[in-house]
């Protein structure tokens, strides 16, 4: 019942105000906006059965500190795992593993192959145009693996202006955060430019009151005379990011589109420590950094009923993490960790999609990816000849994928979808998927959807060749996910608009692969192909918009999930309390909402997330150390725009944490309170 | 500019989705309570002291009463004293009525009173301490992983008070040294014998008096525990390679006069597992015989066997991973840790010194890691 009720209380306030809408005449400004909702009677052949959401363009462009984690947050009811700004960021889709959840940017996997996920707070906003989620299912029409789904991030030319164009944006906030960020993009006729620059430094050094830590005072003979909890900060947060992304097209005619982008990175991290840490932060050594260069180039070529894209794509990364104690300046770092990493996967593509009517649509593609990783710990490489085995991994990736799509009627759409896999030696059993949708009635383009899919995820480079500890025997995880949901849209007279839909999901997910040290004491770590898990639940998401007159927009959207994610076992033994349980780390409820309301120059946005208690127990009991709380996360950005003769100017004030809510994602890792941050963006006319 | 003039309705619609966003988090916030509740220890005591997971910050201190009542007090540190253990809690060292707490990962030594458990001090920023050995009220050593100094601490005022530096000039190890870490400690007479655990086939000698490693003695790959039998031999477990042909888990002995170390038996792969491994020597209180554990089967051997045993001394459940044993030095019962699936609360198993079947079994924390025993 409870899931219902959030359901219900969320959607029904959002749907609450757009019906009392009244219908004026509108402008032509306005229909952009309304196409943010993307109402459409006409249902492509492309998304027959898909259950795909889009991200808001408000979101996206809300502001330039943004990573993907917050824009997941805010916008999404994914949850997200991070320590704060600028540390590992990690995200849960449909109550499954971060490495289920495959992220692509412009067809590249952002997802490492060694480690298996992606860290969210390295991919900012601004590097991003378009961004959807696939649920379940619906991501093997892109990749396969994404047991959980997959996230569909990429740059779209189509949007950049026509000639020149500049944009600067300088963010000042609490904790000695800035970030900058340029781009600056010309479109002529048959080319076009994009550079982007982002950088942001911040101390990240927030203030909070540590209630799990008592300090302590003596009196001469050593005997306790007062205790209490100290004010501490975040003394190892600190980070240091640079993007730099270059893109070219070029469009000698109508058939021929060709691009190319290069996306290079350079990061340093400190990672946070644990509030229970009581240890000098300027003797302590725990820090990342990663150097990555992405380039793609892509080759799209449309004929009559012939569309046909070539990839050809590169990443290289080259991480460094360090841990170590350093007793004084005077004397060189003691190293637990000095772990270093190096791998390039180069990339080939060939997607065909070919539209012999307009009720028939094949879509085929072929991708190879070779992948070669090198990864070594130098203090074990110095100490233990048994350790000095440095991991060298090569693979081979083939994945190929074809599928149907039919509608036999205007009101059904069936999609047969066939994906196989080769990893190395490993070749995946075919993963075969059907989709079906049916338009129950026009009104609301009220539409059933549903599918079924299996779907395999092949270990990561880690988890077969790390060492030690790595296991060349494992298997794949393989899952099996059946989905069925209804969407809807409403739009008036061109004044408001609404979308929405809710999706049952249920999936089994076998052979789930588990890091552990199953021999005991002092054992290895060591992953094997350990529990079933059975994750199901409830997704749901409302977007409406809201023009009444030309000097006012209001623009909502709400998302909602119940993700029960269930250890289905076998138990270790008798005593093992975690059969039946949820997954530790992924919330019952989900919850996110915006709203931005445009007055004339003025915007105001408010941004809402809520996860429910997550267990870090995999018995759910509710020990003090086994729950993290839940929390309601509210930030509010007030902006103006003043239009100049040489430049367009917009200033922004956000406030984070609004009600300055003191909360965890993670246990042990605090998080800041309120605060600021300031933000001044320029679009220079001049070059117009 | 011109300003616009609002509508009635406009400034309504504006005022009114304004509160209600506003109010929307107010109505939702959660505080969970604070943990304080007080502890009253029975006369004997069990403590169990559990590890929890690296950066779970979730270690837990457990009191088991092994005298009637079998009553457990789980997070008795945390119900003492209001706050969590920290990360991974590695050692309890009980001296008088009091206690000291090795954690680990959170580089701190919590000093309790064992009639309450409450806190009565502490040593912090103390590199990832890991074992504390008391030579008087005023001294005690500290080992520490990653760090390559044995500290000499003040336990009166929880100051620092010198170091012990634990390698040699003409140590092999010396061009990457500071990498060394230290372990366990049995002291004999004015020396104390350290395990080098990490990584590395040692065990230093330290001269008491002077503060100073006097000899460093080879053994096998990663020594860890350590106890002395009764004739004063001391004997030293190594937990071997990771894989299992570039070194076996092997048993020395060490004469505490001489130094002189001597191979007594490798320990074979009986599990077939791919990952081999011995971890926990504890000797019976006689002195004659010791347990240890191999991939979550104990294993007795007496101090005159020449061939570490095949056959295990103890049937645990099937399914465990055995990761913690101790011997009670007044009852010689036996005491077996099980951290299932390392991520929940463990379970210990008590077993008489006949080895039949397990008097008791009780939960304790996340991965429970070590023993101490307590009396008033």
Known sequence: MKPVLYLLAINCFLFALPLTAQVDSIPQSRVRSLREVRVSAHRPLSQIGVQQSHLDTILLRDNISQSLSDLLSFGSSLYVKEQGRGSLSTISFRGTAPSHTQVLWNGISLNSPMLGFSDLSRIPSHFVDEASLLHGSSSISKVGGGLGGAIILGTNSEQLPTGHSLLFSQGAGSYDTYDSFLKYSYRGAMWGSTTRLSYAVSKNDFEYLNKNKWELKYDDTGALTELRHPWERNSNGQFKDMHILQELYLQPN?????????????????????????????????EQKEQTLRG??????????LQMTTQFGITSTK???????????????????????????????????????????????????????????????????????????????????????????????????LRWEQFGMRSSPLIPALFLDYLITPWGNLTLKTSVSKNYRQPTLNDLYYLPGGNPDLKPEEGMTYDIGLDFSFYGSDTWAIEGGANWFDSYISNWILWLPYSGARSIWTPRNMHKVHAYGIESHIKGVWQPTSKWTLNLSANFSWTPSINLGPAFNADDLSVGKQLVYIPLYSASAVAYIKYHLWTLTYKWAHYSKRFTMSSNEPTPSGVVAPYFMSDITLGREFVTKWTDLELKLTVKNLFNHRYQTVMGYPMPGTNYQILLTLRPKILN | MRFYKKKLWEQIIFSTLFILFICIPFSCQVEYPEVSEGVRMPTKAVLVLSEGNFQGANASLEVYDPSGSEEVI????????????????????????????????????????????????????????????????????VTHLEYPHISIINPKNYQKIGEVKTFMSSDKYAGNALSQSTEEMVAVGKYLFVSCWSYQRTVLVVDMEQDKVVKEIEVGYQPSSMSQDKDGKLWVLCGGAYYKNDGLPSLYRIDTETFEATKVAEIQNLSGDAFHNASNLVMVPDGSSFYFLSVNHIYK?????????????????????????????????????????????GVVYRYSADLGEPKDSYRVGIIPGSFAFYSK
């Open chain 2, 74 to 141: 789980t997070h008795a540190f945390r119900k003492a004293n209001g706050i969590p253990l920290g990360d991974v809690a590695q050692s309890i060292t009980i001296r008088g009525d009091e206690a000291w707490i090795c954690v680990n990962t959170s580089k701190v030594i919590f000093h309790i009173d064992l009639s309450t458990l409450k806190l009565k001090g502490l040593v912090k920023n103390i590199p990832k301490p890991r074992y504390m050995h008391f030579v008087n009220d005023t001294k005690a050593y």
């Open chain 1, 254 to 286: 109508d058939i021929d589109k060709l691009s190319l982008s290069f996306w290079g990175l350079s990061l340093y991290r400190q990672l946070p420590f644990l509030d229970v840490q009581y240890g000098d932060s300027h003797h302590l050594i725990n």
């Open chain 1, 296 to 305: 793609i180039m892509s080759w799209q070529k449309q004929l009559s009923s």
């Open chain 1, 319 to 417: 991480q460094a993490y360090d841990n170590g104690y350093q007793a004084n300046e005077y004397v060189e770092p003691n190293f637990l960790t000095q772990s270093r990493s190096r791998y390039t996967t180069l990339l080939a593509s060939e997607r065909i999609l070919w539209m012999p009517s307009s009720k028939w649509q094949v879509e085929g593609e072929l991708k190879v990816a070779h992948q070669m990783a090198k990864s070594e710990d130098l203090q074990m490489y110095q100490l233990d000849g048994s350790l000095g085995k440095k991991l060298e991994a090569k693979r081979l990736e083939l994945s190929a994928y074809l599928s149907a799509r039919w509608q036999p009627i205007p009101r059904l759409g069936v999609s047969p979808a």
């Open chain 2, 301 to 345: 051997m007496g101090i005159y066997d020449t061939v570490a045993p095949s056959k295990p001394a103890i049937e645990l459940p099937p399914g465990n991973h055995a990761y913690a044993l101790a011997i009670a030095p007044e009852s010689g019962d036996i005491y077996v840790a099980d951290a299932i699936d390392y991520s929940q609360r």
